[in-house]
């Protein structure tokens, strides 16, 4: 499917409500090594129009050399209440929203967020339809002192494909008391003004039908991440240190989706992000 079977990617973060245990998940584990429980992902039924995403891949691809397509920096906003140190985050990606989830939630390609977030395993608990509930391990680099440190992380990742869904929430991570979360992707009709005219379409078939198939599909997604460290390291400075740490971490991943994104979009072409914090674009090695 045209430059889209490269989305995929490292699981995210976020939530407004804790992710539910489910008792009996357990019971749903099949006895395999983690290598054979891997590809998750890839096993469940797919949810989505393959003619739809091919068509938006070809929009996507031939409007780049006309009116590039620029990804918005994502909105940041952080706020503490009770120690628990909540981010809102907000971005806008220049792919549908099919895609985007794909990207999310498949841990074995995408983008290169390495030494940074590391994927390491993936065992499916639970399958069932557009809901796939699976325990997830990876490890993520933290600065201190000028060394890099991997911290393990162990997320039972909660995914629905028909709604483009997924929550989070911690089995094991060094530090953190909480670590939680979620996030949504919806689609963008970004062409529906010029080729809609003064229609506003609700769902995918009427923008189709309004724009004559000519209009891209690009996505909103909205994230919840919640996070506090346990004693003494929820006091200063160690709170400060760790608060700082994780807004940068996150903000750097989504740094890394972006510049993916703009590679699907321009086949053949990289955006990185050089020591000095300027944008670089590059050809494929």
């Known amino acids: 499917m045209g430059v889209f079977p490269a989305f995929g990617a490292w699981i995210n973060q976020n939530s407004q409500q804790p992710l539910e245990e489910d008792p009996k998940s357990s019971e749903h584990v099949e006895s395999k090594s983690a290598s054979e429980m891997d590809n998750g992902p890839a096993k469940m039924n797919k949810y989505y129009d393959e003619d739809e995403w091919e068509r938006q891949d070809k929009l996507w691809t031939a409007a780049e050399k006309k009116h590039p397509w620029k990804d918005a920096p994502p909105k940041v906003k952080v706020t503490t209440k009770k120690g628990i140190c909540h981010m809102h985050i907000e971005l806008t990606l220049g792919l549908p929203p099919d895609g985007v989830f794909e990207l999310f939630t498949n841990p074995h ?3 290169n967020t390495e030494p940074l977030l590391k994927s390491k395993s993936r065992k499916v608990l639970k399958d069932d339809g557009p809901r796939q509930i699976a325990k997830v391990k990876k490890a993520v680099a933290w600065n201190f002192s ?98 700082d740490i994780t807004i940068k971490n996150t903000k750097s991943v989504l740094e890394g989706l972006q510049s993916w994104s703009f590679s699907i979009r321009n086949p053949g072409v990289i955006m990185s992000t050089n020591k000095h914090g300027k944008t670089e674009v590059s050809p494929k090695q």
């Open 109 to 111: 390609n995408g983008p």
């Open 146 to 243: 000028g060394r890099s440190i991997a911290i393990p992380i162990s997320l039972i990742v909660d995914e629905n494909r028909r709604d483009l869904t997924a929550k989070y929430k911690k089995e094991k991570m060094m530090f953190m008391k909480v670590f939680e979360g979620s996030y949504k992707v919806e689609p963008v009709y970004v062409d529906s003004v010029r080729l809609c005219k003064n229609k506003k379409p609700k769902s995918v078939d009427e923008y189709k039908k309004c724009s004559g198939g000519q209009g891209k599909i690009a996505s909103k997604v909205t994230m919840d991440q919640y996070f506090q460290p346990y004693p003494p390291f929820n006091l200063p400075p160690f709170s400060w240190f760790i608060r």
